[in-house]
């Protein structure tokens, strides 16, 4: 092998395998090796497939890192370890889709009652024992609309959601009423958010309390009591709304249902739920559940 780039008239074997960094047995084992025992290429073509799926993969997930692409490997039935495709990663500059910073729209300077918080020392085991809400703004080409949520604080799944042009309690009502017709409400049942003016107002809570559901606020200044669902917020803009460009409302509440819906709810792997989706995770929760 090493012939093939000195000469051996102008180079000794001890200086060719100083420059190559190959060891003298190695060089002399080379020579004698018969051409049929030459080494073959280490599976090139299983490596090129490899990388296609996991191209294919990060351009399904552009905010997937190497770790929810391994897991999303082995549904395939493909088991690769996580260093393996971390390294395929980098070699082929798959890097996840840049973060953008929050920015906060409560408005918790109203004379509204507020409520303790219910959820900060609560450990949630099952479904339906803590939902969480919140609102945040989505620039259009022409305007900003407003988008209302309600996450499930067990599961992670998206159960109720509203868009419209403005941000009053009917919008967050909108969401609520959804969750409501979509789920059980079993007694005992806490309803989390921030403490601003649309969950705070009397429309609101009345919902609330007809349906003998308790409230729950976060604390003054406090960012992590409704954590959860802001992370669902800042997944559904860096993988759907960051990436494109809706034409006006009624496009981008089409785009927006179809990703909470099928793509969020049903297909995307959540690392807090042991890397299943929320509806599988619920499923498999239930199946395990004494009858």
Not at 268 to 277: A, C, D, N, V
Request: with cysteine.
């Amino acid at each position: 092998m090493t012939d093939q780039i000195f000469s051996e008239k102008r180079l000794s074997v001890r200086r060719k395998c100083e420059l190559t960094g190959i060891a003298r047995s190695s060089y002399y084992r080379e020579l004698k090796r018969p051409p049929s025992e030459a080494k073959p290429q280490r599976e090139a073509k299983p490596q090129q497939e490899l990388r296609g799926e996991i191209a294919q993969i990060a351009l399904e997930w552009p905010s997937y890192g190497y770790r929810r692409i391994q897991r999303e490997l082995r549904r395939r039935n493909r088991n690769v370890n996580r260093k393996r495709v971390l390294r395929l990663m980098r070699e082929e500059s798959l890097l996840c889709a840049p973060k953008r910073k929050k920015i906060s729209i409560a408005d918790s300077r109203h004379i509204l009652p507020v409520y303790p918080n219910l959820a900060k020392d609560l450990t949630v085991s099952a479904p339906n024992q803590l939902w969480m809400a919140d609102i945040t703004y989505i620039s259009l080409p022409k305007e900003v609309v407003y988008l209302a949520v309600l996450i499930d604080a067990f599961s992670r799944k998206a159960i109720g959601w509203a868009l419209d042009r403005h941000m009053y309690a009917d919008l967050a009502l909108k969401a609520l009423e959804m969750a409501l017709a979509a789920r059980p409400v079993p007694q005992g049942l806490i309803h989390h958010s921030d403490r601003g003016s649309q969950y705070a107002s009397w429309l609101y809570t009345r919902k609330l309390n007809l349906h003998g559901i308790k409230i729950s606020m976060s604390r003054t200044g406090n960012p992590y009591d409704n954590a959860r669902c802001e992370r669902f917020i800042k997944t559904l803009k860096e993988e759907e709304i960051y990436l494109y460009e809706y034409d006006d409302i009624n496009d981008a509440r089409l785009r927006i249902a179809f990703f909470i819906d099928d793509v969020y709810n049903k297909k995307r792997l959540h690392s807090k739920l042991g890397y299943l989706p929320p509806t599988e995770f619920e499923q498999a929760f239930f199946q395990l559940a004494p009858a």
